[in-house]
């Protein structure tokens, strides 16, 4: 039985990318004369992972079942910039971020709604849909709405959250005591993990997701109301989304309406690289943190490693490539 | 309360002018196993959708157990007991075993949270009911199509269903596997369940049903007890014709082998030391049961598996074939068992459907190509074949199974061939069709065509092989010549 | 009835059509005198060829069920290499006879690299089985990364070679401009490709169901690889037309472009599931989107990103809209596309 | 109005708009209705009647160029001259030039102002421009050829020199530094950083190079964390000088959190409104500045001089702060807008809304 469960677990590609990012580790650790491993730089890895984990979160559970979401940062950016703007026009958040965040919520709920009226009801082509909402939503934020960028005038609350720490660690690098803080929103992404993982695995729900993206016609025929199962998910997605917007306010200060323009197209090859399949039914939380771990951490030890910054960027571009080389080649295998 | 479980009257249902139904009366016996027949494209699986509740009947009227129904949704079916295994079997590919198994009744019970324990005691129950053994934690899409049948049964059988409505269930199954299913649906029926049933093979209809209606063109032509029903009779009833069994005589047998298959060994080892000879004019059955590696030795012969070692001779010569395009050069042709994903370009018009493997053909030296060329080539087959439709403009999804079955056919036919594998010909395809194919795969042999028959209904390899091959576990495990090429014969070597 | 008869058949183009009047009825009611002038128009046909040509390109992967997002960073990748030929080559005593000749050269090495590019993201997606949208994604990281590490980000200018600029400035047999000539041409050829050849056909076979064509022959490598590298070479014609109207090539030119671009097609009824598109469609959609790009320009009170909007929500509808109709639009809804893997 | 359609342009006073006579023909059937509205700078105008002008931004959407935009209308409120302003949705040349091609080709306008993404790319858009007989004035596009004039808020290498002086005095004139920008695509950021590595190779021969120049994508997240990879990387880092507006504050938000207030500094150009807080804390101690908006504004106002066909001579009062005697050398006008933002002038910043 366990011998089975063994083989069974080396036939996922979350194994192949785990046992990566593990040795990738390793090595840039070592390229990098050791500073990579320790407390310092993986506090900062793991703040840089706390926004474009919980999107890439967001991103699994729908191409799990079977869609393809591309508006997911238009929702986010739309939603914390009416919110900062409402609580500062409002004087609020200035002690407390609650209210801006179940703003932020409550508009991407409200926005994630639209996306999944449309999808579930017309049964269209969530990437066409998610493309034309994704347009859609900035050309209404920054072009009705005008939002524009709040800075120094964020409210205190948020500017407070975002620089809370939960542990500091303290170290002498050269010759002077540097000290890095463990950010408190690393919390969130741990509980978003697991409450993915148990909605996933543990819930009619999740099990619906998996079988709504697997067969979809099958899926209505043993009873899931898709239609509904749809519409939750993407109106979820959209206030997740915009949680994590407003995450991302805290964390730099800034509310900025066009910072997370483009985002999707880093997020998606990332949950791919964890083994979601973008034909659906396919894909774990495990897999997906793995690989935004993988990305979070190349993209930050290119100066350790001595990478020009004009090769950077080619840099990245080949890391993902040969990162869903293996993964797709592991599909073909597992598919034979 | 009526002696009639299910009683349906002057149902109707058109599709975009279409008559799929008309006017159709239709009644099921609790504790019967009723059977429904018909050509392809008659309308029988549009009648299980409207009693499942997938479609909406335009007209008529639906009682099921004395309460009249007007609209139900596929969920509410099954809360009043009727079970639907489709053709297309509605399973998960991506989930394991255990899930596609437990995962209907989880829902029908309105579960909110997952319980690995109760899953795994589900499926367990449901295979019990038919003593079938398998791998709980097998990943559905990697299994092969008969044990994704025999899960999709199991799965209805979970349910307390009062009606168990079965299409086509016994497509992808052997002798063997049908023989376990038949027990199964005796014993279902003995326990006061009542079966609907949909096949094209007579011998199963007469085996299992007690009540059969026969279905032509949308209306229905016969329903009553099998009992008072001849063979003669229904396939005439079925077909509008007098239908024989129309044997294979091999007129133009040629001396020499044309293709020659010496200790074939696939890379994959699903097949093994395969020898064997083909000469012009012989329709030569491969047979066997299930994973027994016919599909791989015809794909290795199509360039579409890789060769470990062993030889393929073509007239005398050594080819190499390493593509279905050397395949094409070496003249010869491949007509995949599954239609839909291996056969068909189901949202493009017939035409170019048919012509698809003969572009060259139709084309000039400088690959231009001329719809209208298409649209000719593409009529004599529609001609020749009778494929059911008005205009070969028209989507191939527009037609029914054994039409688009006849498609295929016509794709490979039209070029000029030496050798053909045939994978299935006829499954899913109604009597009359059958018999047409039947027809002319005969007409084809004895004007020098090689052709090479995979099937697993028996009486048609008997029946349309001059010689046959039996496969089991990658080796030919028996031959037969004309003589002593009878089911039983065939079914002692595979047992 | 014959018209009657075209409009039933072609649903969606009908739709099309009837959107197209209608933005150009608005503008006509709100801004007629600025929108009706020649110039508006000059503006018009000068700018969306560019980007019209690239569409065209990009149709042939969305036919075959492919979609290419690297067609951009490709084409910036292409031209830099080409701009770095010509400014090798060419000095300030050279004739235009000569500099010509560079340029030529320079446009060998373009259609080159479009090529190669092609063909990696065909080999990609045909012989590793990456998806397209990811395998191209990934390339458009790769390429992007090249032209940055040659160029070290910088501006390839080709202000001592005017001559290029006065080609992509110049008007052919005297009132088509250059750029739009460029676009009838490539449009008549890839419509010429589209609706006569073998190839053609195989195109729209594959991108209904790839296996079907394998099993029937047809090497659906072949065809992919070859239409990656139609695609990227089309694309690379329209940087090259990029390049003269900026006169300069850069590793980030055009960025917007991508979405733009799947943006036109879709509105065109022309899906990246494949298999389906009519080549006509795209003209209308890509007036559609132009006519809104530069209407909005007129207002004071507007700026692009209400031109996002307009179009964004056009989108939507249009998808809506499909639903209600049979015939060519209904495709928009979800079809479950089979694995690519065996 | 009614004014003759000739092309030279006496005003603008240079040679060059002569060439164009032959060019501006060709156009002229084409843009026969724009062409009798094109004013032509040489002919007085009546009085009270004033130019269209357009003014084309880097981007939409952002702090700085919101600001130019408000500004721009704001002038054109006190005015009461028509302004209209657009930029494309992303720093992308070739959707700038589109913009211009159709607000030169709707023939709408009598002035175009704007910032180039890049340079280059606006040459052969302005000429045409100029062919029409429209105004155009540029900023931030030093080397442009086609332009009537091309106004500076101060001397390019200027700039650069002015960061690294800063960053020298913070630094004490010795110690390690990088340079961080948005982008290596962005021309002008390269160019003023490049301008500060001359300037210290000049000045400061205690300081060292790292020949590092860091990306920061524009995202001030991205900046704070190469920030403290750079800090991790060079433990004796003592300066960062960044040119791009993000660059400042994302760096300060990491030197803050790391506990090296007064050990590592950077400067940037940045917006007073981003950077409050690290200079009122002292993590920041200075980052320059021009108001992008009085530029504009000035840019506005010698559009209008030379719609009237005022003469413009070797030095030019364009009205606004910092633009009241500008050196005008051949096409270039320099002016002196470039501020230091300290703790001690900051609020005053803050209120004139940057
Ligand atoms: N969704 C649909 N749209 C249009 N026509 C349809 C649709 N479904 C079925 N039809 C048509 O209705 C008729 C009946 O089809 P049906 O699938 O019920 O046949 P069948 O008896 O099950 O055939 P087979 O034995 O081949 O499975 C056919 O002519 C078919 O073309
Ligand atoms: N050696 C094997 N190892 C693992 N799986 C096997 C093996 N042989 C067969 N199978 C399974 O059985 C399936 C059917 O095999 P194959 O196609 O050879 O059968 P067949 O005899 O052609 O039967 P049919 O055509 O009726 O499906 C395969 O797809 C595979 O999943
Ligand atoms: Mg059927
Ligand atoms: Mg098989």
């Known amino acids: 039985m366990n011998k089975s469960s063994f083989k069974r677990m080396t036939k996922r590609t979350e194994f192949y990318i785990f046992i990566v990012m593990i040795a990738l580790c390793i090595v840039i650790h070592i390229a990098s004369s050791g500073q990579l491993l ?103 934020s920054m072009g009705l709405l005008k939002m524009k960028e709040i800075t120094s005038t964020l409210p205190a609350g948020f500017k407070n959250l975002g620089k809370a720490s939960l542990t500091t660690y303290t170290t002498t690098v050269g010759n002077r005591q540097v000290s890095s803080d463990l950010s408190v929103t690393i919390i969130f992404l741990i ?41 939750i998910l993407y109106a979820v997605v959209g206030a997740v ?33 964890g083994g979601a399949s973008i034909f659906g039914g396919e894909g774990s939380v495990f897999g997906t943190v793995c690989a935004m771990g993988l990305i979070t951490v190349v993209s930050n030890s290119m100066l350790l490693l001595n990478i020009g910054t004009e090769w950077q960027n080619l840099f990245n571009g080949i890391i993902i490539l040969i990162g869903i080389t293996v993964s797709a080649v592991q599909a073909k295998r597992r598919n034979g | 309360m009526s002696e009639y479980l299910l009683e349906m009257s002057g149902i109707c249902k058109s599709f975009a002018g279409v008559h799929a139904l008309d006017h159709v009366d239709f009644k099921v016996r609790p504790g019967k196993v009723m059977c429904l027949a018909g050509e392809n494209g008659c309308g029988k699986s549009t009648l299980v959708k409207i009693i499942s509740g997938v479609y909406t009947k335009d007209e008529g009227e639906v009682t099921f157990e004395g309460k009249k129904i007007s ?10 007991g009727i079970q639907v295994i489709y053709q297309d079997l509605s399973i998960f590919p991506n989930l394991t075993v255990m899930e596609n198994l437990a995962i209907n009744s989880e829902i029908t019970a309105g579960k909110k949270l997952v319980n690995k324990k109760r899953w795994e005691a589900t499926a367990k129950e449901a295979l019990s009911k038919i003593g079938y053994n398998i791998d709980l934690h097998a990943r559905m899409g990697e299994l092969s199509v008969a044990d994704k049948q025999l899960v999709a049964i199991c799965r209805a059988l979970l349910f307390n269903a009062k009606l168990i409505i079965m299409d086509e269930p016994t497509t992808a199954l052997t002798k063997k596997e049908v023989e376990a299913l038949f027990k199964t649906v005796r014993q279902l029926r003995d326990s006061g369940i009542a079966i609907m049933f949909i096949s094209h093979k007579t011998e199963e209809i007469f085996e299992i049903s007690d009540d059969v209606c026969i279905m032509r063109n949308g209306q229905n032509v016969y329903s009553g007890p099998t009992a008072e029903l001849t063979r003669e009779k229904y396939t005439y009833y079925l077909t509008g014709r007098n239908l024989e069994p129309d044997y294979f005589v091999p007129k133009n047998i040629s001396e020499e082998p044309i293709l020659k298959v010496e200790n074939l060994t696939l890379k994959d080892k699903r097949c093994k030391n395969v020898s064997f000879e083909l000469k012009k004019g012989e329709i030569l059955g491969v047979t066997g049961l299930l994973g027994s590696g016919r599909t791989e030795l015809a794909l290795a012969l199509f360039g579409l598996e890789k060769i470990e070692s062993g030889r393929i001779e073509l007239k005398g010569k050594e080819v190499k074939i390493s593509s279905p395009m050397a395949a094409q050069k070496a003249k010869i042709g491949y007509v995949p068992e599954d239609r839909l994903t291996e056969g068909l370009c189901l949202q493009q018009p017939i035409a170019d459907n048919i012509t698809l493997a003969s572009l060259k053909r139709l084309s000039n030296s400088l690959s231009i190509i001329r719809k209208k060329d298409i649209i000719a080539d593409a009529n004599i087959w529609k001609e020749k074949f009778a494929i059911k439709t008005d205009d070969v403009r028209k989507f191939a999804s527009t037609l029914s199974g054994g039409n688009q079955q006849k498609i295929v056919l016509s794709k490979w036919l039209s070029n000029d061939l030496d050798v053909l594998i045939l994978n299935g010909p006829t499954v899913g395809v109604d009597v009359g069709a059958k018999q047409d194919i039947h027809h002319l795969v005969h007409e084809l042999a004895n004007e020098g065509l090689a052709v090479i028959m995979i099937s697993d209904d028996l009486p048609e390899v008997v029946v349309n092989c001059n010689r046959a091959i039996v496969m089991k576990d990658g080796l030919i495990v028996g031959e037969m010549t004309s003589e002593d090429l009878t089911e039983e014969n065939i079914l002692e070597i595979i047992r | 009835m014959k018209v009657k008869e075209f409009f039933k058949k072609n649903q969606y183009t009908t739709i099309l059509l009837i959107l197209m009047v209608v933005v150009m009825l608005i503008f006509t009611v709100t801004k007629a005198g600025t929108f009706w002038k020649p110039g508006t128009w000059k503006g018009i046909v000068m700018q969306f060829p560019e980007f019209g040509v690239m569409a065209i390109g990009v149709l042939f992967c969305f036919i075959i069920g492919c979609i290419d997002m690297s067609f951009v960073m490709l084409g910036n990748f292409a031209t830099i290499m080409g701009v770095q030929y010509i400014l090798g080559h060419t000095s300030d005593g050279m004739s235009d006879a000569q500099v010509f000749g560079v340029m030529v050269v320079a446009f060998l090495i373009v259609m080159a690299v479009g090529v190669v590019g092609g063909i990696i993201n065909g080999l990609l997606v045909c012989k590793l089985n990456i998806p397209p949208v990811i395998a191209t994604i990934a390339m458009q990281m790769v390429w992007l990364g090249l032209s940055t590490g040659v160029t070290q980000g910088n501006t390839l200018s080709l202000k001592g070679v005017p001559l290029y600029a006065e080609i992509g400035h110049s008007d052919v047999l005297g009132f088509i401009p250059f750029p739009l000539f460029i676009f009838i041409l490539v449009f008549i050829v890839a419509a010429l490709i589209l609706r006569f050849t073998a190839y053609g056909e195989k195109l729209y076979m594959c991108g209904t169901n790839l296996k079907a064509a394998k099993f029937s022959a047809i090497n659906t490598d072949r065809m992919i690889i070859t239409t990656f590298i139609v695609c990227d070479v089309i694309c690379c014609i329209g940087s090259m037309l990029m390049v003269s109207t900026l006169n300069s090539a850069k590793a980030d030119n055009g960025e917007s472009y991508v979405m733009k671009i799947i943006l036109i097609l879709v509105l065109a009824g022309i899906l990246p599931d494949g298999g389906i598109g009519k080549i006509g469609n795209l003209i209308f959609s890509v007036l559609i989107i132009q006519m809104i790009t530069s209407g909005v320009n007129m207002f004071k009170g507007l700026n692009t990103y209400h031109g996002s909007f307009i179009y964004g929500g056009l989108l939507i509808v249009v998808l809506i809209l499909s639903t209600f109709m049979q015939g060519d639009g209904f495709k928009f809804r979800k079809t479950k596309k089979i694995k690519k893997t065996e | 109005g009614n004014s003759n359609n000739t092309s030279s342009t006496a005003a603008s006073g240079s040679s060059k708009s002569a060439s164009s006579a032959s060019s501006a023909a060709s156009s002229a059937s084409s843009a026969s209705s724009s062409g009798s509205e094109a004013k032509s700078t040489s002919t007085p105008k009546a009085d009270g009647e004033t130019p269209k002008i357009a003014f084309v931004g880097k981007v939409e959407g952002q702090a700085w160029w919101d600001h130019v935009q408000d500004s721009v209308n704001e002038w054109a409120e006190d005015t009461g001259v028509e302004v209209t302003y657009q930029a494309p949705a992303e720093v992308d040349a070739a959707a700038q030039v589109q913009i211009m091609t159709d607000l030169v080709n709707q023939g709408e306008i009598d002035a175009l102002l704007f910032s180039p993404n890049d340079p280059d790319a606006c040459e052969a858009i302005c000429k045409e421009a100029m062919d029409k007989g429209i105004i155009v004035i540029a900023t931030e596009a030093s080397g442009m050829t086609n332009v009537d004039y091309d106004i500076e808020a101060f001397d390019e290498s200027g700039l650069g020199a002015f960061l690294m002086d800063e960053l020298a005095a913070q630094m004490g004139e010795e110690g390690e530094y990088v340079t961080m920008v948005g982008s290596l695509t962005m021309e002008s950021q390269n160019n003023w950083a490049d301008a500060a590595i001359a300037q210290q190779e000049k000045e400061y021969p205690n300081m060292k190079y790292l020949d590092e120049r860091v990306v920061d994508d524009s995202d001030a997240d991205i900046a704070y964390n190469k920030t403290k990879e750079l800090i991790q990387k060079y433990p004796d880092l003592k300066g960062i000088l960044g ?18 207030t007064g050990q590592v500094f950077a400067i940037s150009v940045a917006m007073p409104s981003e950077v409050a807080d690290y200079i009122n804390d002292g993590t920041l101690q200075s980052v320059a500045l021009w108001d992008a908006g009085v530029t504009a504004k000035a840019m506005c106002n010698l559009a209008v001089k030379m719609f ?9 009062d364009l009205g606004v702060d910092g633009y009241d005697a500008c050196a005008v050398d051949g096409t270039l006008v320099i002016g002196d807008g470039q501020i230091a933002i300290t703790k001690d002038n900051i609020d005053e910043w803050l209120e004139v809304g940057i």
């Open chain 1, 38 to 140: 320790v407390p310092d730089k993986i506090f900062t890895i793991l703040r840089a992972m706390v926004v474009d984990g919980i999107f890439a979160l967001c991103s699994l559970v729908v191409m799990i079942s079977g869609g393809f979401d591309l508006s997911f940062p238009a929702i986010a950016a739309l939603a914390y910039s009416l919110s900062t703007t409402i609580c500062l026009n409002n004087g609020w958040c200035n002690d407390n971020p609650i209210a801006g965040f179940i703003l932020a919520i409550v508009i991407g709920f409200v926005l994630g709604m639209f996306n999944g009226w449309i999808i579930s009801n017309f049964k269209l082509n969530t990437m066409l849909v998610t493309l034309g909402t994704q347009t859609f939503f900035t050309g209404l």
């Open chain 1, 191 to 231: 509980i978003f993990c697991i409450l993915t993982s148990f909605i996933l695995n543990k819930t009619m729900f999740g099990r619906a997701l998996y079988a709504i993206g697997g067969n979809e016609v099958s899926a209505e025929r043993a009873g899931y109301n898709v239609k509904k199962v749809k519409f």
């Open chain 1, 241 to 273: 989304a915009g949680f994590a917007g407003m995450l991302r306010v805290c964390l730099t200060s800034q509310s900025v309406p066009k910072a997370l323009i483009g985002k999707e197209m880093t997020i998606i090859p990332a949950v791919i690289l």
């Open chain 2, 71 to 80: 609209k139900i949704t596929p969920a509410e079916a099954t809360q009043l």
């Open chain 4, 243 to 260: 040119t791009g507006s993000f660059d400042a504050p994302g760096a300060a938000r990491a030197i803050q959190e790391m506990g090296l």
């Open chain 4, 308 to 316: 009237s066909g005022e003469e413009i001579g070797a030095t030019v």
